[in-house]
């Protein structure tokens, strides 16, 4: 496995030098041309790369910045698509989560997840063991991560905040939590090191054609306002939610094809809300929630409501809010929680493909390839923990329409940051980086949050530290995020490459000013643009 090359990245894809990029690639072609920069769009684009195709992503606003960054962070194989019968989807997805694992084990980690049995429960405990059982051989589950059922006494000492009234037992069974971000990020920031380009708040404002075919996309860098042409005869639709609005540009639609279902998760202090292990539990209403245990708190979710509102403009409503702390009171028993533990929450939403006369908690979550009559080719629903192999079908059809022999190679491409698994396991590097951050009186909890988002690359935030004379590790991650990922603002750094708005707002207030002279410094911001952005990133503090 390669040491990461830097020099690489930081010619190509850092915030500073972004304008640099732009000018090198206006008016060129490529192979295939991507608009979207969430986790599809990414693995389309690290697909096309590594297999030596040309090619580019564009994203109006900030990588990961729609539903990729607002998952329930899980790389799971769906076990309620048994209850459809989508056998096909679970097989499929559920051996994606050990490949995922495999290529970034930092980011995606295997994780015991409990499935409460209740009386009068969604499931009886012989269909529990039987959907666990069928789920384990379709995912290809081996050893100490296969399924057990546990009895009342067994399932308490695994959560004793459980409720024990009627409690039968419960499943115990793997499954994979992830940061989506930080995954999106890295999948992106790997094409890159295999010559792909990617350019953020870059917006397609108009599809080009010759003899009504796609030729290219005129883009518009959000950033200066400027105009500049791509050209492909294969461009990529993987906007998700706004996969319809992207072919409106090419005159075709698929609105009747697509069926917006919002989902939220609201964030409860771990002295709250202390779970010892994941737990996906009923709620009162037939649906089923998680609750994860993340750092210093819990995140439970989702709601799946049909939207139709203004998908630039989502809101979180009271009323989602408050239907998941009534299911969490539900559940677990310990003093009610109410609105103002909520230390934060966040919105996204699910592209799903539209079924007549199903609800959108029933719809399914396979993915679509649509080619327009001009050739705009659109990949649209999906899931998170497929994205490897949705990426593979765009561009194995790619591939066919160019007569090219060009086979997938994604299932052995290990994503930036996962180098240490050449020498050491998981347990080992965190303990080497915590040896290295001792030397500058830095506790552990800062060695295992650098490595559960950075991976290897946590070395070159601490030589940044180290040869900068820094007071602030936070500092070196800020310069680092700048240097090698693309990051403009205040909100990208603090919501998407590290994710402390939702997990630790608090601490967010306390490192604002200090990001903010980084960014002021590294950027060249002036005084009113870094009071706008300190602004936009208070206002995304939900703090009550």
């Avoid at 518009?220 to 105009?227: A, H, M």
Wanted: hydrophobic letters at 35%.
């Amino acid at each position: 496995m390669q040491d990461i090359n830097y020099n690489a990245l930081a010619s190509k894809f850092s915030a500073k030098y972004r304008s640099n990029e732009i000018e090198k690639i206006s008016n060129s072609t490529f192979d295939l041309i991507i608009i979207g920069g969430g986790i599809t769009g990414g693995g389309i684009l690290l697909d096309a790369a590594s297999r030596g195709l040309n090619a580019i992503l564009i994203e109006k606003s900030d990588f990961s910045s729609g539903t990729s960054s607002k998952s329930t962070k899980l790389i799971h194989g769906g076990l309620r698509y048994l209850k459809k019968f989508e056998f096909n989807l679970v097989r499929k997805v559920g051996k994606e989560r050990k490949i995922a694992n495999s290529n970034a084990p930092h980011l995606v980690l295997s994780k015991k997840m409990l499935l409460p049995i209740y009386k009068n429960g969604n499931l009886k405990k012989w269909q529990t063991r039987l959907a666990l059982k069928i789920y384990d051989f379709l995912a290809g589950v081996k050893g100490n991560e296969r399924y057990k059922i546990l009895n009342t006494k067994a399932t308490i000492q695994k959560e004793n905040l459980l409720k024990s009234d009627n409690l039968l037992g419960a499943g115990y069974y793997a499954e994979y939590t992830t940061d989506d971000s930080r995954l999106t990020l890295e999948v992106i920031k790997t094409a890159i090191t295999y010559g792909a380009s990617a350019i953020n708040y870059c917006k397609a404002s108009k599809l080009l054609k010759y003899n009504n075919k796609i030729s290219g996309v005129s883009c518009q860098d959000l950033k200066t306002e400027n105009i500049f042409n791509l050209y492909a005869k294969n461009i990529i639709n993987a906007s998700g939610p706004w996969v319809d609005k992207i072919c409106r540009l090419d005159s075709s639609s698929i609105s009747k094809n697509i069926c917006h279902s919002l989902g939220i998760h609201i964030v409860i202090d771990k002295a709250i809300l202390s779970l010892k292990n994941p737990v996906y539990f009923d709620t009162d209403d037939g649906r089923m929630c998680f609750a994860i245990p993340k750092e210093h708190v819990t995140y439970v979710g989702t709601t799946d409501t049909i939207y139709n509102s203004d998908i630039e403009n989502l809101k979180i409503e009271e009323k989602d809010i408050y239907y998941l702390i009534k299911a969490i009171n539900n559940a677990f028993s310990m003093k009610e929680i109410d609105r103002k533990d909520v230390i934060s929450a966040w919105a996204g939403l699910r592209p799903l493909i539209f079924k007549k006369n199903t609800k959108t908690s029933e719809l399914s979550r396979k993915d679509e390839l649509i080619i327009s009559d001009s050739g705009l080719i659109t990949i649209a629903g999906g899931k998170l923990t497929g994205y490897r192999l949705m990426a593979k079908k765009v561009v194995d059809k790619v591939c066919n329409l160019e007569n090219l022999n060009k086979k997938c190679k994604t299932r052995q491409v290990k994503l930036i940051g996962s180098e240490f698994i050449a020498k050491f396991t998981l347990d080992n590097y965190y303990n080497i980086i915590n040896k290295k951050l001792e030397k500058f009186n830095l506790d552990k909890n800062i060695s295992n949050y650098l490595v559960s988002k950075y991976g290897s690359q946590s070395e070159e935030i601490i030589n940044i530290f180290n040869n900068n004379k820094l007071k602030h590790i936070v500092e070196a991650e800020a310069i680092f995020c700048i240097k090698y990922e693309n990051t403009h603002t205040l909100l990208d750094f603090f919501l998407r490459r590290s994710g402390k708005i939702y997990y630790n707002p608090k601490l967010v207030i306390n490192e604002l000013k200090i990001v903010s002279a980084v960014f002021k410094d590294k950027l060249n911001i002036n005084d009113n643009n870094i009071f706008l952005q300190e602004k936009e990133v208070k206002e995304s503090l939900i703090m009550t």
